[in-house]
């Protein structure tokens, strides 16, 4: 049996672009949409565009210590990151809303990792978006600090400034441990032709962080800062 699927979009216009009447009605005529898991997405591209992506879910539970997932807490921010954007007239859409995964029936092990992956690619492809944000928790017995950390493409111009100024309102977080935004090898960032983001928020190994990170106050930081961090650069960059 397939594995549920799910998706949520949410497009709102940027305040930094004015709407003419005549190009809203050429919005209007020449737009398509399509269905995609029974919900309307529209097709017309918009400048920045966020793709946010809540890390693992379903079968999936991420990183585990004392109970807390790395997947609830993930969707948790993300719900938050999706809201500060809004909030700020920047278009956003999610890979998942819900506790789900995108592997293929049958498979195991990195294949089905890998076919989750993929789907969570696609997803941002078919959205067109222009930027891309996955978010995670860390657990290392080896770490004795927390922090929040963020990795980024390289291949793609640009993102190293990106991953610096959300890095940056990261660091404004009281209690944050400061840690440097580098570049990664994951396969979301290696596979993606936008500038993309890995964030990973903190570390669940990290008693006090951990106590942290499981709550919706500090949820709530981490995205107003992550949006912070996007919003600047777009505004930049638009």
């Known amino acids: 049996m397939k594995r549920q699927r799910a998706f949520f979009h949410t497009l709102r216009l940027p305040r930094f672009r004015r709407i003419t009447l005549p190009l809203l009605l050429l919005l209007v005529f020449t737009a398509t949409s399509y269905s995609l898991v029974g919900r309307q997405t529209a097709t017309v591209p918009l400048p920045g565009l966020v793709m946010i992506d809540a890390g693992h879910g379903g079968y999936d539970p991420g990183v585990m ?29 999610m890979t998942r809303d819900s506790d789900i995964d995108y592997a293929d029936s049958g498979t195991k092990g990195s294949s089905s990792k ?54 940056s309102e990261l660091h404004k977080i009281p209690q944050m441990s400061k840690r440097d935004a580098k570049p990664g090898k994951y396969y979301l960032l290696r596979n993606q032709e936008i ?44």
């Not at 938050?80 to 700020?88: F, G, I, T, Y």
Request: net charge negative; aromatic share 4%; hydrophobic share 40%.
């Open 65 to 93: 210590s004392n109970g807390i997932l790395e997947k609830d807490i993930t969707l948790a921010i993300a719900k938050q990151l999706q809201a500060a954007l809004q909030a700020r007239g920047i278009p956003t859409a």
């Open 114 to 167: 890998r076919s989750d992956l993929n789907k969570r690619l696609e997803l941002t492809e078919i959205q067109q978006a222009t930027v891309f944000v996955s978010l995670h928790i860390n657990n290392s017995t080896l770490a004795t600090r927390g922090g929040a950390e963020v990795f980024y493409s390289e291949q793609n111009e640009g993102t190293a400034e990106l991953a610096a100024a959300v890095q």
């Open 195 to 238: 500038p993309s983001l890995i964030v990973e928020c903190g570390y669940l190994n990290i008693a006090d962080e951990r106590a942290r990170l499981n709550t919706a106050d500090y949820q709530k930081k981490l995205a107003e800062a992550i949006a912070n961090g996007l919003d600047s650069w777009l505004q930049k960059n638009k």
